[in-house]
């Protein structure tokens, strides 16, 4: 079974530009998770949902991230624009249901300069 | 708040020799718990969880934890560690209604020989 991919698996661009990561979860995966993983610290999530409906965003800042998953499977979580801060793994995961296990992609690595 | 601590930022074992890695949490509803492993460049990987039932769980790669809810602990052991075992450890928190986990700050293990 394929697990989680995410790509790219690094990107560095500068503060103020945007950037796009993608995600496709596991087969089959109802719900998907977005991390922000800050170095040093562990993961937080930033949006999670439930099909293509969002469950919970609340830690998500919407005046400059952005995430969406048309049609349920995969999904696109963007930055626009970019700040230092930003600079983190950002860890995508999908459960069966909400209520099932996570499983984790290997991360994108994002550094702003 | 909710939230879970790991005190110990980064531990060195002998290899052979035992591990705990502690994890404290607070959450107030009944707490699903979690024990993750994620090595250099790689996405998390659940090494044993708690739902409920018998507080002393088994899990992946000889490791097991022990939920002392009067303690509101849940420390990760492995009788004799091995050089693989070097890596980041995270501690999490969740619940039955399957909101995102709750990490911990993570714990670096090191393994001298």
């Known amino acids: 079974e394929a697990g989680v991919a995410q790509s790219p698996r690094y990107k560095i661009i500068e503060k103020r530009q945007s950037v796009a990561f993608w995600c496709n979860p596991i087969?089959?995966?109802?719900?998907l998770y977005w991390y922000q993983q800050i170095l040093g610290q562990g993961p937080k999530l930033l949006i999670q949902?439930?099909?293509?409906?969002?469950?919970?965003d609340s830690q998500l800042p919407k005046d400059r991230f952005s995430a969406e998953r048309l049609k349920g499977v995969d999904s696109t979580l963007k930055i626009q624009p970019a700040k230092l801060e930003d600079s983190a793994v950002y860890l995508c995961a999908s459960s069966l249901d909400i209520q099932g296990e996570q499983y984790f992609g290997p991360g994108t690595r994002l550094t702003v300069t | 708040a909710q939230s879970v601590t790991q005190p110990d930022i980064h531990i060195t074992v002998s290899e052979g020799a035992s591990l705990e890695l502690r994890c404290n949490y607070s959450?107030?509803?009944?707490?699903?718990l979690f024990w993750y492993v994620q090595s250099p460049g790689q996405g998390l990987q659940l090494l044993l969880k708690?739902?409920?039932?018998?507080?002393l769980v088994q899990g992946i790669k000889g490791f097991e934890a022990e939920f002392k809810r009067s303690q509101s602990s849940f420390n990760l052991r492995k009788p004799s560690v091995h050089w693989s075992d070097a890596a980041e450890y995270f501690c999490a928190v969740g619940n039955q209604a399957g909101t995102a986990l709750i990490f911990g700050k993570g714990t670096t293990l090191s393994v001298s020989s």
């Open positions: 959450y107030g509803a009944t707490p699903y």
């Open positions: 949902f439930q099909n293509n409906g969002v469950v919970d």
């Open positions: 708690y739902f409920s039932g018998d507080t």
């Open positions: 087969s089959g995966h109802a719900t």
